[in-house]
């Protein structure tokens, strides 16, 4: 027995003549309103956009979309080369940083290292200065050096060193004051 | 489907990966015309449905490597069409008219029925453009193109259950609409 479910199902293949309604659905049509009215919509369905054919050729559609295709594939490969290239560069250039890195990196015995390690043991200055020609000389040697450089002012020596004291009069700091000025 | 069959589609792929370019050819001359009609009835202008349907065919070859045959052909160009109108008209901020240019599916020599025939068009193009697009496009899918709900599911991303719910509240408010 035909049921609606089962002549909607139907109502496409009918619609675009791959088939027909048999005798029985044919029946349940005529009698069921809401089938007609479904039959309808379907009918018109199948005719909306009738005139909306491509006015191209197909074959000159075709013609058109393969050749784009064929572009956007050359674009592709282009693109894919492009970036081959500039990751195997990237690759290239972290590889030599690294081996740079490694293997040509500053000499720890270099003038500019020894001398900064140097100086860092030698004194407690704040201030690090290259002096390359020390690097090559004898615990003696530097240490001759040393006693040769002035006693920093911090360890012994004031302001006030070298300064009349309390003793002196008002004309010896007159005086003083007058050669200071010049 | 209504112009060719599945298996006829997965030959003519198959063909097309060998590089046979007449099968491209053949898959658009079988499914143009009705995917044509496809785009059209989901609000595409006639002017922009050449445009549409190069797009189309153009999205599809691409990605055909990726196409198994599991839907059909025709529901998949359709899928990519309507994705094509979508997107335009999220562009265009807005739809772009309806044509209300009908097929004559009753006899053509009966002026009356003729008229009757463009007026009931004329109407459910109207009532399509108020349809939510899930429904607008299930109801096209079966009704105009004749696909199965597994099909229409596949290529709408939804099951056949939904499917069907979805075509019947389409007609159900279409009726409302095309006495």
Not at chain 1, 146 to 152: M, N, S
Not at chain 2, 135 to 159: K, S
């Amino acid at each position: 027995m035909t049921n609606c479910e089962g002549l909607s199902d139907r109502m496409p293949a009918v619609a675009d003549g791959r088939s027909g309604w048999t005798a029985e659905e044919q029946a349940h049509l005529d009698a069921c309103a809401d089938c007609r009215a479904e039959w309808v919509l379907v009918g018109a369905a199948q005719g909306i956009g009738g005139t909306a054919a491509p006015r191209t050729d197909p074959e000159a559609l075709a013609t058109v979309v393969l050749a784009r295709v064929r572009a956007a594939e050359r674009a592709d490969r282009r693109r894919a080369t492009t970036r081959w290239a500039l990751t195997w560069c990237g690759l290239a250039a972290a590889a030599a940083l690294m081996l740079a890195v490694l293997f040509g990196g500053p000499d720890p015995a270099t003038p500019e290292v020894a001398t900064a390690a140097s100086t860092a043991s030698v004194t407690d200055v704040a201030f690090h200065v290259p002096l390359p020609e020390l690097d090559g000389a004898e615990p003696e040697e530097l240490q001759a050096v040393l006693d040769g450089l002035e006693v920093p002012l911090g360890e012994s020596s004031t302001l006030d060193a070298g300064l009349p004291g309390d003793d002196v009069t008002q004309q010896d700091m007159e005086r003083v004051l007058r050669a200071w000025e010049g | 489907m209504t112009d060719a069959g599945p298996r006829d589609d997965v030959a003519l792929v198959a063909a097309y990966r060998r590089a046979d370019e007449r099968a491209a050819t053949e898959i658009v001359r079988r499914h143009a015309p009705g995917l044509a009609r496809y785009l059209h009835g989901l609000g595409a202008g006639p002017s922009d449905v050449d445009d549409l349907l190069q797009e189309t065919f153009f999205k599809a070859f691409r990605a055909l490597e990726g196409w198994r045959g599991e839907a059909s052909l025709r529901g998949w160009l359709c899928t990519i069409g309507a994705n094509l109108v979508r997107d335009g008209f999220r562009r265009s901020r807005g739809r772009t008219v309806i044509s209300i240019e009908d097929r004559d599916l009753a006899d053509a020599s009966d002026p009356f029925e003729e008229v009757a025939a463009q007026e009931t068009g004329s109407r459910l193009a109207a009532g399509l453009a108020g349809l939510p697009r899930l429904q607008r496009e299930v109801f096209l899918l079966r009704a105009q193109q004749g696909c199965e709900y597994d099909d229409i599911a596949r290529a709408l991303g939804t099951t056949p259950g939904a499917a069907r719910v979805h075509y019947h509240h389409a007609v159900k408010r279409l009726k409302e609409l095309v006495p």
